[in-house]
């Protein structure tokens, strides 16, 4: 047995959405390092092209600014990806929203943009660059990895009911998609992510000292924590792991 390659990226192609900042900037670092050629994408552009500039340090990473969250911004993403490669090998749907307010006054539009985004983007998107990720799977599997939460695990206390619907209903579509992609050597899986210091998760930014005290492991998520689950996945490694959500939260899920 030969382990020395399970988790290199060595010449394959990564796109994440959402790459300009938070998780889904520490999985195109941790993607870089592993020798993948990167490219992110990001509704602003300004940000999604510091952040390519940045990474470029590490590697080929290139912006390509889209808003995913419309079925045209998604095409776009694709059309613009397509001027770059003819075949992509990862795809990290990471790209996502959420809307919090009290049960009596939740509003239709805090449904809609949270739902397009975190469920029907991944599925869309994902169609779309199908025939990309087949072209890629020869010698080795295509991966497909939807960026969900443990909000979409387990209940927790806050009232965000649009994003914990859209990401445990992002979780049951990774399995029902991954049984069908199989078949065309496209391996789709998921990740669990718990505190980690983003906009997204203001809480485990701004008052970390706080949320660590609920968390098992005390402490909450570093970019090495979410590059690592993410480069498993990706690589020879997880080639096994089919249709499966990773929990990657300090254990905080059983802890609730």
């Not at 979410?226 to 499966?244: E, K, P, T």
């Amino acid at each position: 047995m030969d382990t020395t390659r399970l988790f290199s990226l060595e010449g394959r192609t990564a796109l994440i959405t959402g790459g300009s900042r938070g998780i889904g900037r520490m999985i195109a670092e941790g993607y870089l390092a592993q020798g993948a050629r990167v490219y992110i994408s990001a509704r602003k552009a300004a940000a999604c092209d510091q952040t390519a500039k940045e990474l470029s340090a590490f590697g080929h990473c290139v912006s390509l600014p889209a808003d995913v969250s419309t079925l045209e911004g998604a095409q776009a993403l694709v059309a613009a990806y397509g001027k770059h490669e003819k075949t992509l090998d990862i795809l990290v749907n990471n790209a996502g929203a959420a809307w919090g307010a009290p049960y009596h006054e939740f509003p239709e539009s805090g449904w809609d943009k949270v739902v397009d985004l975190n469920l029907k983007t991944p599925f869309f998107l994902t169609q779309a660059l199908t025939p990309m990720l087949k072209a890629a799977a020869t010698d080795h599997l295509a991966k497909v990895i939807n960026i969900a939460s443990i909000d979409g695990v387990s209940v927790n206390p806050q009232e965000t009911y649009s994003y914990a619907a859209s990401k445990a209903g992002l979780i049951h579509l990774t399995r029902r998609m991954a049984l069908r992609l199989a078949q065309e050597r496209i391996v789709v899986s998921a990740i669990a992510p718990g505190a980690f210091a983003s906009d997204m998760n203001k809480d485990a930014r701004d008052h970390g000292d706080e949320v660590k005290g609920r968390i098992p492991a005390g402490r909450i998520g570093t970019p090495e924590d979410m590059a690592g689950a993410a480069i498993y996945l990706a690589s020879r490694a997880g080639d096994y792991v089919m249709g499966s959500t990773l929990i990657v939260d300090g254990g905080v899920t059983y802890a609730r």
